[in-house]
């Protein structure tokens, strides 16, 4: 799918989706939300794509709400509805979702990011939740942003609205990874390279619990994990990691006798 503010490529098991609007820093207006809910949609039922990258076109991320439109004609009342749709596919989709960020990302930029499962920051970039200063608060970050950071540092960046300093972003967790550049063979590359490899099921399944820790009791959430744990203990990737071991165990063995020339690695 590729529409006029949204480009959806695919290679192998991961999707990239890439806001258009870089005339407008990919602010976000009615069609550009409109476009991503229906975008991640159909990412969500596709059960070949393991991984998606989000990203900005141009000079950045995202700028968050476009202010041309609210001194236009306001806020008009289907945006705010169909923005969440579109983040809330993405914490609720069986796949593990990368928000790789340059640039502006302010207000629903970052509301943007922090629906993500992770995100990679290129050096430079720039992180704020300014609304408070156009008289609103950052749509859903209330409520998202004191479940990954705590309630003390959600209040500072909502109600204060300041930049963000990456180092702080990292330390907190707001950011998982600042590297120098998001194009081209490096640190970004590798680091998509290793949530490829992490077990997909297990992964699923671990995110669904955590998405819902807050809000589940402990019984209910005990009862998820063991149907969960079931299906993990069924997929390939138990498997695997079974005949690896039991080929390392082999491989152990023969170190450790006489005849293997070796003497073991002491597990």
Avoid at 65 to 72: G, K, N, S, V, Y
Avoid at 93 to 114: F, N, R, S, T
Avoid at 181 to 189: K, M, R, T
Avoid at 202 to 218: I, N, Y
Wanted: hydrophobic fraction near 45%; charge should be negative.
């Amino acid at each position: 799918m590729t529409t006029s503010t949204v480009l959806l490529s695919r290679d192998g098991a991961v999707a990239t989706l890439t806001l258009n609007r870089p005339e407008k820093l990919n602010a976000l207006n009615v069609e550009l939300v409109t476009d991503l809910r229906d975008a991640l949609t159909e990412i969500a039922q596709d059960k070949g794509i393991r991984l998606v990258v989000v990203r900005g076109a141009g000079r950045a991320f995202c700028a968050g709400l476009d202010l041309d439109m609210m001194a236009e004609v306001g806020m008009p009342p289907e945006f705010y509805p169909m923005q969440e749709q579109a983040f809330r596919l993405i914490e609720t989709m069986d796949k593990l979702v990368v928000a790789a960020i340059h640039g502006y990302c302010l207000g629903g930029g970052v509301q943007l990011a922090i629906a993500c499962d992770f995100r990679i920051v290129a050096e430079g970039a720039v992180l704020a939740l300014p609304a408070i200063n156009e008289g609103l608060f950052p749509g859903m970050a209330p409520y998202r942003l004191p479940r990954l950071l705590g309630l003390g540092l959600a209040r500072r960046y909502v109600l204060l609205g300041d930049p963000i300093p990456l180092a702080e972003a990292e330390r907190v967790g707001l950011v998982d990874w600042i590297v120098p550049e998001l194009d081209g063979a490096g640190e970004f590359e590798r680091i998509i390279e290793k949530l490829l490899a992490i077990p997909f099921t297990a992964a699923v399944h671990g995110k669904h619990l955590m998405r819902t820790a807050f809000e589940t009791p402990f019984g209910l959430a005990f009862d998820d994990s063991r149907y969960r744990l079931a299906l993990c203990l069924q997929s390939a990737d138990v498997q695997r990691a079974s005949e690896t071991w039991r080929a390392r165990k082999v491989e152990r063995t023969h170190q450790r006798s006489p005849d293997g020339g070796g003497r073991g690695d002491g597990i």
